[in-house]
Each structure stands twice: as structure tokens, then as C-alpha cells.
């Protein structure tokens, strides 16, 4: 059973930037691709940004990519999503999956193909 727990939301500003953190514990860190989802109130979880067990491969949404970076350091158990120009419609509950199966094409973005889940850590953005 793997346990993961982000950190590092909050209130910031348009334009600013934040850093989220995500721990996981209870297998072996390396073993698992991590990705980064979010989820706005009444809209569905969407795909944000994942990586691979080693971090030589990187993942973005559309929406995201050139704003948000997705990295990871193994000997810290820990995957980070740094955010950068943050707009209001950034504004969601950010959430941390792992999954340890190995992934191809699509299956990075699908939420289905993660099995393991933090709790969430929410990210405002006001204008």
C-alpha cells in the first residue's frame, strides 16, 4: 500500500508562482510513475502533469505546459509540481497519484490508470 500526502498549497496571486509537494511512503519510491491531477469545483478531475519512475520522461496538459514543471527526487521519496504565472482558472484541489504499473501513451493522463491517491491540497488563485 503506498500513502501519499501533498503539501505546499495555498493563496496566491495571478501571475505568482507555488510549489506542491507530494511524500510517499510504503514502496519503494523509484518503482513508482507519479503523476499531478486537479480538480475545480463542479468539474470533473482533469490530467495536470506525470513522470516517470526516474524522472527522464515528463508529461504535460495543454493548459499547463510552459507554466507548470513536474520533478521528482527519489532519495526523498518526494515528486514536486512547481507553478509558475499562476491564472485564476489554475484555482483547484491539486492531487497527487502513483501508480506502479508501466505506462504508455495515454495511459499517463488517465486518472483510472493511478492507483494510489493523496487526500489533495487546495490552490487558489485570485485576479
Known amino acids: 500500500q503506498v500513502q501519499l500526502v501533498e503539501s505546499g498549497g495555498g493563496l496566491m496571486q495571478a501571475g505568482g508562482g507555488l510549489r506542491v509537494s507530494c511524500a510517499a511512503s510504503?514502496?519503494?519510491?523509484?518503482?513508482?510513475?507519479m503523476g499531478w491531477f486537479r480538480q475545480a469545483p463542479g468539474r470533473e478531475r482533469e490530467f495536470v502533469a506525470a513522470?516517470?519512475?526516474?524522472?527522464?520522461?515528463?508529461y504535460y496538459a495543454d493548459s499547463v505546459k510552459g507554466r507548470f514543471t513536474v520533478s521528482r527526487d527519489n532519495a526523498k521519496n518526494t515528486v514536486y509540481l512547481q507553478m509558475n504565472s499562476l491564472k485564476p482558472e489554475d484555482t483547484a484541489i491539486y492531487y497527487c497519484?502513483?501508480?506502479?504499473?508501466?505506462?504508455?501513451?495515454?495511459?499517463?493522463?488517465?486518472?483510472?490508470?493511478?492507483?494510489?491517491w493523496g487526500q489533495g491540497t487546495q490552490v487558489t488563485v485570485s485576479s
Open positions: 510504503g514502496r519503494t519510491f523509484s518503482s513508482l510513475s
Open positions: 497519484a502513483a501508480d506502479g504499473r508501466l505506462k504508455y501513451g495515454s495511459s499517463w493522463r488517465d486518472l483510472d490508470e493511478y492507483d494510489y
Open positions: 513522470i516517470s519512475r526516474i524522472g527522464t520522461r515528463t
